[in-house]
C-alpha cells in the first residue's frame, strides 16, 4: 500500500491551500485515511481524518478552517486548508489504515508535503 501527497507549497497568512493523498495497491478496505502534521521540534499531530463510515475528525486548532473529503472511488482524500495561519507551517503526512487484499492490516504514510506559511 503506498500513498502519494500533493499539493504543499508557500502560502500568505490567510491564504488556501489542497492537499491530495491517493492510495494505490491491492486492498480490502480502507478503515480510515487522512492527515497529520509535525512542525520542527514538535511531535506529530492529528489534522482531520475520515472513516469509511463517513465521520470526520479534526484537530482542535484546524477546526472550522479546514476541511478533508475523501473520494471513496478513487482512493483518494483531500484537505482543503483556509485562512492558513503562520503556525499551520509543517510537514503534512498521509495516513491510511485497513486490511490490504490478503487481509493484513495496513498501516501506511505517505513521504509528507511540506506547507509553509509566511509573508
Known amino acids: 500500500v503506498q500513498l502519494v501527497e500533493s499539493g504543499g507549497g508557500l502560502v500568505q497568512p490567510g491564504g488556501s491551500l489542497t492537499l491530495s493523498c491517493e492510495l494505490s495497491g491491492s486492498i480490502f478496505s480502507i478503515n480510515g485515511m487522512g492527515w497529520y502534521r509535525q512542525a520542527p521540534g514538535k511531535q506529530r499531530e492529528l489534522v482531520a481524518i475520515t472513516t469509511s463510515g463517513g465521520s470526520t475528525n479534526y484537530g482542535d486548532s484546524v477546526k472550522d478552517r479546514f476541511t478533508i473529503t475523501r473520494l471513496n472511488a478513487m482512493n483518494t482524500v483531500y484537505l482543503q486548508m483556509n485562512s492558513l495561519k503562520p503556525e499551520d507551517t509543517a510537514v503534512y503526512y498521509c495516513?491510511?489504515?485497513?486490511?490490504?487484499?490478503?487481509?493484513?492490516?495496513?498501516?501506511?504514510w505517505g513521504q509528507g508535503t511540506q506547507v509553509t506559511v509566511s509573508s
Open positions: 495516513n491510511a489504515r485497513g486490511y490490504d487484499a490478503s487481509r493484513s492490516v495496513y498501516d501506511s
